[in-house]
């Protein structure tokens, strides 16, 4: 069983204090003619966080000065230090992103996720970088037993049971549309419980794994799933979302040729890198750092 997507979540507040620690005055915008400075934020889980070494290496390659404040927390933490300045960039999954920033866009198709995006962000001072084909989206999973035992396959199949079960994911997860709301509104299923436990790491998968939740959100990228023999469910309702990669920087520093190199990086990566970048640190161990420098030399973005 793999060790983290970053081991549990760190409460909001502690992580609020982190990152104000961490930037204790908002980033500068550079003069005209210059390559200016990019900070890019990842959110708490390892997938994340080597995605966000990888566009930053690929940036200082290009000689953009830049560099990643890992862990920093979840997306409720993310986007406001986004929008404040207090980062510069972040690297986003469409679906979700439009989720937490318009409850109520419903459910899109890629390209029309990222057209309702654009003016979105505009507003707040931000700009979309190249959507990537790569893609990791949330998911919902159970034991292969558990599976077998109720002949579940997609998520509506857990409707006679959900009930009787508790529902385990991260904290956020009990708030989000793409988790625990969704469920009830596109599925018209509710759960006995929500235990909240952390992103698809060593917690969710024990807790899955010995019962103590019944069903729980995970990543469709998880490089273990087969390995710790769980069975993600379909979703015939697409609630969750596209989980496509696409890089969120602030206007201010989003320059033509900024955009350009993340866009080289966006369109090098694909699905089977997630799973090769979680499987490399959270099984094997390796240093997120020197698996996102590996990956930018082997595609020659450096």
């Given amino acids: 069983m793999r060790l983290t997507r970053m081991a549990a979540i760190p409460a909001l507040l502690a992580a609020a204090a982190t990152l104000a620690a961490a930037c204790s005055s908002p980033s500068k915008s550079t003069s005209p003619g210059t390559k200016p400075r990019i900070t890019i934020g990842a959110q708490n889980f390892t997938e994340n966080e080597v995605l966000a070494y990888v566009y930053s290496d690929a940036l200082e390659a290009a000689g953009y000065p830049s560099s990643v404040k890992p862990n920093l927390g979840s997306r409720e933490i993310i986007e406001p230090a986004l929008e404040k300045g207090d980062i510069d960039a972040t690297i986003e999954y469409v679906g979700n992103y439009l989720a937490y920033l318009d409850p109520k866009a419903g459910n899109l198709s890629v390209s029309a996720t990222v057209a309702t995006l654009k003016p979105i962000v505009a507003k707040k001072g931000l700009t979309l970088g190249a959507v990537s084909r790569a893609a990791d989206s949330d998911a919902i999973a159970v034991t ?19 009930s009787r079960w508790t529902f385990g994911g991260p ?26 436990l952390d992103e698809d790491g060593v917690i969710t998968h024990t807790a899955l794994a010995n019962g103590d939740v019944q069903a729980a959100r995970i990543f469709s990228s998880d490089a273990v799933i087969a390995q710790d023999h769980f069975v993600v469910l379909s979703d015939p309702k697409y609630f969750q979302g596209a ?60």
């Fill in 144 to 162: 292969q037993a558990t599976a077998t035992r109720y002949h579940l396959s997609s998520i509506a199949d857990l409707k006679p049971y959900a």
């Fill in 171 to 196: 904290p956020e997860c009990a708030t989000r549309i793409t988790c625990v709301p969704g469920l009830e509104k596109y599925y018209g299923i509710k759960f006995k419980s929500f235990k909240s």
């Fill in 243 to 302: 989980g496509n990669i696409i890089p969120v920087v602030r206007t201010a520093k989003a320059t033509p040729g900024a955009l350009a190199v993340l866009a080289r990086v966006s369109d090098a990566l694909t699905t089977a890198d997630l799973v090769q970048f979680n499987l490399k640190v959270s099984v094997d161990h390796d240093d997120p750092t020197a698996v996102a420098s590996a990956f930018v030399q082997a595609e020659h973005l450096g």
